[in-house]
């Protein structure tokens, strides 16, 4: 199976230069749709599933693989390499932008920019860093998932959105968004909030950009700061935007963001 | 809201909350402050995510807030709330925007119920599941050391058997008083009666053990081997019918010894269940690389509980004094029915009862 198969890649647009985007923990490539289509007319957008996420195949999940970052990172480089691109414009959130770390590590000539929106290297406090949580609520976290396997159900309407005349409740929804199958979630949870990627960000070449939301629980100010000051070269903007995710919940600033570096 | 509204509103048998465009409470009806241990007035202002315990404020995060975004509402989404008592509370929740004509969001109504029986049940549900997958998997090591060792054991005792086999042959050649030679005859059938029930076992063991029944097959004519049987039987059973039907002038692909053993299992079958008054039937058709091999007796039909299992390794139905097996018969046989590319079943009423082994050409296999 390949890499396109397998992790639903997306392409749409047209431009000599591919910016690719990849979603975090917790959602799907849904969560770009307010913001890649504004790069369609220049670039070529990738947008695909983590395995495990929305419609990737679910077969090709491998415990021993992905129980590090770096399984993750070695999908994003091979979606890359088949697809034949070169140079790209990486954006990436959340976990997933230290996956493109990683990957940038891994084969720096496919890369020309890195993007990283609300990045985290390490989620749990150690000593003088703040990562934001203790060792005993990450694991408290990753209980809840355990115990609430289906803490996330199926039952998700967008026949809600103010139509209540739609039959479509309760049937299979094709439409729906940020799917994640709910066992490979909770490794992909221990995988990203056990994680502790500091050591490679001294290491990265590529020109990046930082966006931080301000008041982000999951990937604070002063994680966004540290990333900044590990990332030699880089630049940190400080969105308005509040929450973890502001490619949903402010599109504009962070399309607004990214088209100023690119 | 009016006052009725407001009380209605209260007394709701589930938490009602509302938030503003930003996404900060506006509202909390009573059932939800005295669930939380907070008045209405110090939740103002604060955000869904605050209300959480950390460790599922992560969750709303991450999981649960962009798909609020993408979809204008979650359903039957487990929190765990804080208390002012600085405990938990886990909680069911639903939430739906209400969007202006502009599209814009106005407020966003979220419903909660308390789940602590629900996720005590749901816990313990998860705890069986994995007790039950535990005693499972440990089932099936043990069965398969069994099989093991059910194999090693049926090896080892044929060494033993060969010696017995030889030392009988060795006393007949010595020149033995009639009533010797007929307990040798008496041990050489119980040796062979033992060799044959290792056999079965040794089939069953490798059957279950993965690597199954293996097949030697070679283009040839069935007949040789059908009549070869149906005389073996004929000479054990000699007041017992066996008609013939055979439509077999074409060579198909087979394993003689195999298929051989398959037609004296159903024969003999059929002969010890069916009507003792009544003829056994054999049928065989050969055509265009496959064939068909029917066995057929009169007399009462197969019981359906024993239809379900009859298959099944170890299964014996009836067992009458005479019968001496391990119940491994038809399960080997129709692991080389299986094995062939092909099927054995049975049809069983009043009229008759009915084995037929259906084998599609070797190329359809």
Not at chain 1, 202 to 218: E, G, K, M
Not at chain 2, 13 to 41: C, Q
Not at chain 2, 298 to 306: K, L, N, R, T, V
């Given at each position: 199976m390949s890499a396109v198969q397998r992790n639903n890649v997306h392409v749409q647009g047209a431009g000599t230069q591919a910016m690719v985007f990849a979603h975090g923990f917790g959602c799907d490539q849904a969560m770009w749709r307010h913001v890649a289509p504004a790069f369609e007319s220049d670039f070529q957008t990738v947008l695909f599933d983590a395995v495990g996420a929305g419609r990737s195949d679910l077969s090709a999940y491998d415990a021993v693989k992905y129980a590090d970052l770096a399984g993750y990172a070695d999908d994003l480089v091979e979606i890359v390499q088949e697809l034949g691109l070169t140079q790209i414009v990486f954006v990436g959130h959340s976990v997933s932008a230290m996956v493109g770390v990683l990957a940038s590590l891994k084969?720096?000539?496919?890369?020309?920019k890195l993007i990283l929106v609300g990045p985290s290297p390490r989620y749990i406090d150690d000593g003088d860093y703040v990562g934001g949580f203790g060792a005993a609520q990450i694991e408290e976290l990753l209980e809840f998932l355990a115990d609430n396997p289906m803490g996330w159900s199926q039952a998700m309407a967008p026949a809600i959105m103010g139509n209540p005349d739609r039959p479509e409740l309760g049937e299979e929804l094709t439409d729906s968004f940020c799917r994640t199958d709910p066992v490979i979630a909770e490794d992909f949870a221990r995988a990203t909030f056990t994680?502790?990627?500091?050591?490679d960000l001294d290491r990265v070449t590529i020109p990046t950009l930082i966006l931080q939301c301000s008041d982000d629980i999951i990937a604070p100010l002063e994680v966004g700061q540290y990333v900044h000051a590990h990332i030699a070269g880089s630049q940190l903007v400080v969105l308005e935007a509040t929450g973890h995710c502001p490619n949903l919940s402010a599109p504009a600033e962070v399309t607004a963001a990214i088209r100023a570096y690119v | 809201m009016t006052t009725e509204d407001l009380d209605l509103y209260n007394s709701a048998p589930f938490g009602d909350l509302l938030l503003g465009p930003d996404g900060r409470i506006t509202l909390v009806n009573s059932t939800f402050a005295t669930w939380v241990g907070f008045t209405a007035e110090a939740l103002a202002g604060r955000r869904l995510r605050d209300l959480l315990t950390v460790p599922t404020r992560i969750f709303y995060e991450t999981s649960v807030a962009p798909v609020l975004k993408l979809q204008g509402g979650f359903e039957e989404v487990s929190f765990d709330l804080l208390t002012a008592s600085g405990g938990k509370l886990p909680v069911l929740a639903s939430a739906l925007e209400h969007r202006g004509a502009d599209g814009r969001v106005l407020f966003t109504r979220v419903g909660m119920m308390r789940a602590r029986e629900r996720r005590g049940y749901e816990q313990a549900l998860q705890g069986r599941a994995a007790e039950a997958v535990g005693k499972l998997t440990a089932e099936q090591e043990t069965a398969q050391l069994r099989e093991q060792f059910i194999a090693v054991l049926g090896h080892d005792l044929r060494n033993p058997l060969a010696s017995i086999v030889g030392a009988a042959r060795l006393l007949r050649r010595e020149g033995q008083s009639e009533k010797a030679l007929k307990i040798l005859a008496m041990m050489e059938a119980s040796v062979d009666r033992m060799a044959g029930l290792i056999d079965d076992v040794m089939d069953f063991a490798r059957g279950r053990l993965g690597s199954g029944i293996g097949l030697h097959r070679n283009v040839a004519l069935l007949e040789p081997v059908l009549r070869q049987v149906v005389e073996e039987l004929e000479a054990n059973h000699p007041s017992r019918d066996i008609i013939c039907e055979f439509d077999v002038s074409e060579v198909v692909s087979f394993d003689a010894g195999r298929i051989g053993q398959l037609v004296s299992n159903l024969l003999g079958n059929a002969l010890a269940h069916g009507d003792p008054k009544a003829a056994v039937r054999l049928g065989a058709v050969a055509r265009a690389g496959a064939f068909q091999v029917s066995v057929v007796n009169a007399g009462p039909a197969i019981p359906a509980q024993a239809m379900e299992r009859l298959?099944?390794?170890?299964f014996r139905g009836e067992?009458?004094?005479s019968q001496q097996g391990l119940g491994l018969g038809l399960h080997i046989a129709s692991e080389i029915a299986r094995a062939h590319g092909g099927t054995l079943t049975v049809v069983s009423n009043e009229t008759e009862t009915r084995f037929t082994l259906d084998v599609p050409s070797a190329g359809s296999a």
């Amino acid at each position: 199976m390949s890499a396109v198969q397998r992790n639903n890649v997306h392409v749409q647009g047209a431009g000599t230069q591919a910016m690719v985007f990849a979603h975090g923990f917790g959602c799907d490539q849904a969560m770009w749709r307010h913001v890649a289509p504004a790069f369609e007319s220049d670039f070529q957008t990738v947008l695909f599933d983590a395995v495990g996420a929305g419609r990737s195949d679910l077969s090709a999940y491998d415990a021993v693989k992905y129980a590090d970052l770096a399984g993750y990172a070695d999908d994003l480089v091979e979606i890359v390499q088949e697809l034949g691109l070169t140079q790209i414009v990486f954006v990436g959130h959340s976990v997933s932008a230290m996956v493109g770390v990683l990957a940038s590590l891994k084969a720096p000539e496919l890369f020309s920019k890195l993007i990283l929106v609300g990045p985290s290297p390490r989620y749990i406090d150690d000593g003088d860093y703040v990562g934001g949580f203790g060792a005993a609520q990450i694991e408290e976290l990753l209980e809840f998932l355990a115990d609430n396997p289906m803490g996330w159900s199926q039952a998700m309407a967008p026949a809600i959105m103010g139509n209540p005349d739609r039959p479509e409740l309760g049937e299979e929804l094709t439409d729906s968004f940020c799917r994640t199958d709910p066992v490979i979630a909770e490794d992909f949870a221990r995988a990203t909030f056990t994680s502790d990627n500091r050591a490679d960000l001294d290491r990265v070449t590529i020109p990046t950009l930082i966006l931080q939301c301000s008041d982000d629980i999951i990937a604070p100010l002063e994680v966004g700061q540290y990333v900044h000051a590990h990332i030699a070269g880089s630049q940190l903007v400080v969105l308005e935007a509040t929450g973890h995710c502001p490619n949903l919940s402010a599109p504009a600033e962070v399309t607004a963001a990214i088209r100023a570096y690119v | 809201m009016t006052t009725e509204d407001l009380d209605l509103y209260n007394s709701a048998p589930f938490g009602d909350l509302l938030l503003g465009p930003d996404g900060r409470i506006t509202l909390v009806n009573s059932t939800f402050a005295t669930w939380v241990g907070f008045t209405a007035e110090a939740l103002a202002g604060r955000r869904l995510r605050d209300l959480l315990t950390v460790p599922t404020r992560i969750f709303y995060e991450t999981s649960v807030a962009p798909v609020l975004k993408l979809q204008g509402g979650f359903e039957e989404v487990s929190f765990d709330l804080l208390t002012a008592s600085g405990g938990k509370l886990p909680v069911l929740a639903s939430a739906l925007e209400h969007r202006g004509a502009d599209g814009r969001v106005l407020f966003t109504r979220v419903g909660m119920m308390r789940a602590r029986e629900r996720r005590g049940y749901e816990q313990a549900l998860q705890g069986r599941a994995a007790e039950a997958v535990g005693k499972l998997t440990a089932e099936q090591e043990t069965a398969q050391l069994r099989e093991q060792f059910i194999a090693v054991l049926g090896h080892d005792l044929r060494n033993p058997l060969a010696s017995i086999v030889g030392a009988a042959r060795l006393l007949r050649r010595e020149g033995q008083s009639e009533k010797a030679l007929k307990i040798l005859a008496m041990m050489e059938a119980s040796v062979d009666r033992m060799a044959g029930l290792i056999d079965d076992v040794m089939d069953f063991a490798r059957g279950r053990l993965g690597s199954g029944i293996g097949l030697h097959r070679n283009v040839a004519l069935l007949e040789p081997v059908l009549r070869q049987v149906v005389e073996e039987l004929e000479a054990n059973h000699p007041s017992r019918d066996i008609i013939c039907e055979f439509d077999v002038s074409e060579v198909v692909s087979f394993d003689a010894g195999r298929i051989g053993q398959l037609v004296s299992n159903l024969l003999g079958n059929a002969l010890a269940h069916g009507d003792p008054k009544a003829a056994v039937r054999l049928g065989a058709v050969a055509r265009a690389g496959a064939f068909q091999v029917s066995v057929v007796n009169a007399g009462p039909a197969i019981p359906a509980q024993a239809m379900e299992r009859l298959f099944q390794p170890f299964f014996r139905g009836e067992v009458r004094a005479s019968q001496q097996g391990l119940g491994l018969g038809l399960h080997i046989a129709s692991e080389i029915a299986r094995a062939h590319g092909g099927t054995l079943t049975v049809v069983s009423n009043e009229t008759e009862t009915r084995f037929t082994l259906d084998v599609p050409s070797a190329g359809s296999a």
